[in-house]
């Protein structure tokens, strides 16, 4: 994977508070886009790829170095909304939730860092809360850099997507796997209804394809009829396609929403990449 630096000639680092800023920010990537919200229209987005993994203890002193690098992140913004990929999340319905203790919901699911702190999120769609964990001193070091940033879990902008396109309500199931470098997240949507979010450790291509395939045969989900949609990093896992057509009839890779509009630099995007990202702005 390469690094990458788009810009529109129409961006003006003087006019940001007329923008939105959308970063996601991995152990092995960070990218970030910048929308014209007076034109809704993204104008700027770049991409980059670490050496090696940046490990929890590392990130705060990691991201405070590359925005130092990108002094016109940190002007002020119309909103900034930061997104930060991690496998480990719960969603917990909203007649359910307690805000009081969020580190309860872990208990019997992963082990928590004591330097890690819960957030959550609310996502109207599914009328759930996602919580997950980011460390405490990388939330810290962000909110000190980024004006009035809202932090995000992947599953915000996943879901938000899967269930807006469900097609009003219609008998319809479909399978969506979101690429990420060391994970999968996995959603089964049926008519407009979330049936499954999950996300699986993986190694390598044939992790990815029998974690996939698992999906159908557990929730009895035809092969023919139900269709795969795959976004992220899909080229990380080599074959991952070729290996699954022969199970899976219908298989479609992800694009930009049509309801924004985008630079012509844009066009050089591998757009499955980076959906998630771009839809992140329709968050709340």
Not at 238 to 261: D, H
């Amino acid at each position: 994977m390469r690094n990458i630096a788009l810009i529109d000639e129409t961006f003006d680092s003087n006019v940001t508070s007329a923008y939105h800023l959308s970063i996601q920010y991995g152990e092995q990537c960070c990218s970030f886009a910048i929308m014209d919200t007076t034109r809704m229209k993204y104008i700027a987005f770049k991409n980059f790829w670490f050496a090696k993994p940046i490990p929890a203890k590392n990130q705060a002193d990691h991201i405070r170095s590359l925005l130092h690098g990108e002094s016109y992140l940190t002007r002020q913004y119309k909103s900034v909304y930061f997104m930060y990929l991690t496998p480990l999340s719960v969603l917990v319905p909203t007649p359910l939730f307690r805000k009081e203790n969020p580190e309860a919901y872990f208990k019997f699911s992963s082990k928590l860092l004591l330097t890690d702190k819960i957030i959550f999120r609310k996502i109207p769609a599914i009328d759930a809360y996602t919580v997950f964990p980011v460390p405490e001193e990388f939330i810290n070091q962000v909110s000190l850099m980024l004006h009035d940033v809202q932090f995000f879990h992947q599953s915000c902008p996943q879901i938000d997507e899967a269930i807006s396109e469900s097609g009003g309500g219609t008998d319809h199931t479909r399978v969506l796997a979101n690429i990420n470098p060391g994970f999968v997240d996995v959603m089964i949507i049926k008519s407009d209804q979330l049936i499954l979010y999950n996300s699986f450790t993986i190694r390598n291509t044939d992790d990815l394809v029998f974690f996939i395939l698992y999906m159908y045969e557990q929730f009895s989900l035809s092969q023919e009829e139900s269709p795969l949609i795959l976004s992220g990093f899909v080229e990380m896992y080599a074959g991952t396609t070729e290996l699954l057509y022969p199970y899976l009839k219908k298989i479609v890779i992800r694009e930009f929403r049509k309801s924004y509009a985008y630079s012509d630099t844009f066009s050089h995007l591998a757009q499955h990449h980076f959906s998630q990202l771009i839809n992140l702005a329709r968050c709340e």
